[in-house]
Structure formats: C-alpha cells, structure tokens
C-alpha cells in the first residue's frame, strides 16, 4: 500500500515568516501534486510536478519534487494570512494517471497577523 | 463555466436509512471520482467511473455501498443502510479524459446520528 507522509501535521507561524512543508514516502510517483483545503470546501489544485528533481514556483511558493520522485516539498516565502489553510500533497502512481490519487494527511497552516 | 456541482452539501441521516449524494461534473467531463475524507484523515479513492461504466471501485466497501454515472444525469454515490462510521465528507471530481487534472468539487458533509 502506497502512502503519503506529511510534515508537520501542524504549523502555526507570524505573518512575514518563511515555512517548509515536506510529503515523503517510500514509493515511487510518476507524478506529484499539492492541494490547497478551506474548511468546509473541496482541494483546489495548486501545482502538478513529474519530473524527478523538478522545480516549480507560484508567487511565494515553490514546489519541488524529489530526484527519485518519492518526496516533496513546499516552501512558502514571506507567510500571509491568507495563506491559512490545509495543505495537502496527492501522488499518482502511474503514468498521466491522476483518477487514483494517494493522499497525504495535510499540514494544517495558520498564519497569525 | 460551472465547476464540480455536488448536492446536497450537508445531509443528516439516521441510522439505518440511505444517503444519496449527487455530483455534476463539469462541462465536457465524462470522467468521475469519488473520494473520502474521514475526520482527521486523508481523502481516501473510492470509485472511477465513465458514463454508464464503473472502471475502478476497488476503494469502495464492500457492502452497502454503490456508485452509479448514467447516461444522462449526475453520478450518484448511494449508501444504504448507513452508519455512524460512514459520516464523513464525500467528495466528487472530474476530469475531461484519463490522465488529465482531475477537479474537486466542494463536498458533501454526512453526518449519521
């Protein structure tokens, strides 16, 4: 069975901080992805990384993806409130084959003013 | 362009009685996923479906549990006879064809009481 580790599983931080969230398993992805999750609502994709060492940034945050295509990671620049919320990385184990994801737990964020 | 429609978003059932959850995918989609996230658990993969096909439930129970994507009409996740285990957020999501981005839709809260 192929599972997804997050850490932290919690992270409370002061606005203007930097943060790093980490996603690790033991298995093998073709593909990697992070989700952001408001309470009361569905994951909204916020990047998809395939290739093993790959590196991709959206404003202040940077996604990046493990050589051997196993681990992840988020990095978040310069912390805002508006960056609260749950965080959760998905891997898919085949090829394009996103219909079977495995998803991590999350990191729950909270960025205090 | 609408997203992801699921309905209801929360549904309060009795022991014993059924719930059916709906979910329109988005235009042009003809690819359907079921997930499920139970209280501090990751969004676990229950059933693919194509329209009038069940491709993959090998993530659904085994009992009292059915998920169907007519021809015409939503995908309807149906579970009979429900528990208090069972109460959970259910979410859908499409995707245009397979291996593209899947999109979520925004949930549906069972509670079982």
């Known amino acids: 069975t192929q599972l997804l580790e997050q850490s932290p599983q919690f992270l409370s931080i002061q606005e203007g901080e930097n943060l790093t969230v980490y996603c690790n398993s033991s298995?093998?992805?073709?593909?990697l992805q992070w989700y952001r999750q408001e309470p009361g609502e569905g994951p909204v994709l916020l990047v998809t990384?395939?290739?093993?060492?790959e590196v991709k940034k959206l404003k202040r945050l940077t996604f990046q993806f493990g050589d051997a295509r196993k681990d992840s990671s988020l990095h978040i620049t310069a912390a805002q409130p508006g960056d609260t919320g749950l965080y959760l990385c998905?891997?898919?184990?085949?090829?394009?084959?996103?219909?079977?994801?495995?998803f991590g737990k999350g990191t729950k964020l909270t960025v205090n003013p | 362009n609408a997203g992801v429609m699921q309905n209801p978003r929360h549904l309060v059932r009795r022991r014993g009685q059924e719930a059916r959850l709906r979910c329109s995918p988005m235009?042009?989609?003809?690819?359907v996923y079921w997930y499920r996230q139970l209280p501090e658990e990751g969004l676990k993969f229950m059933v693919y479906?194509?329209?009038?096909?069940?491709?993959?439930e090998s993530g659904m129970p085994k009992e009292r549990f059915s998920a169907e994507f007519p021809k015409e009409g939503p995908s309807i996740l149906r579970i009979q006879q429900v528990v208090r285990g069972d109460s959970a957020a259910y979410f859908c999501?499409?995707?245009?064809?397979?291996?593209?981005?899947?999109?979520f839709g925004e949930g549906s809260w069972l509670t079982v009481v």
């Open positions: 999501a499409s995707s245009p064809v397979l291996g593209n981005t899947i999109y």
């Open positions: 298995s093998v992805f073709s593909s």
């Open positions: 990384v395939v290739t093993g060492g």
């Open positions: 998905a891997g898919a184990s085949l090829p394009g084959g996103s219909e079977k994801l495995v």
């Open positions: 235009k042009g989609h003809s690819h």
């Open positions: 479906l194509q329209k009038e096909n069940i491709i993959d």
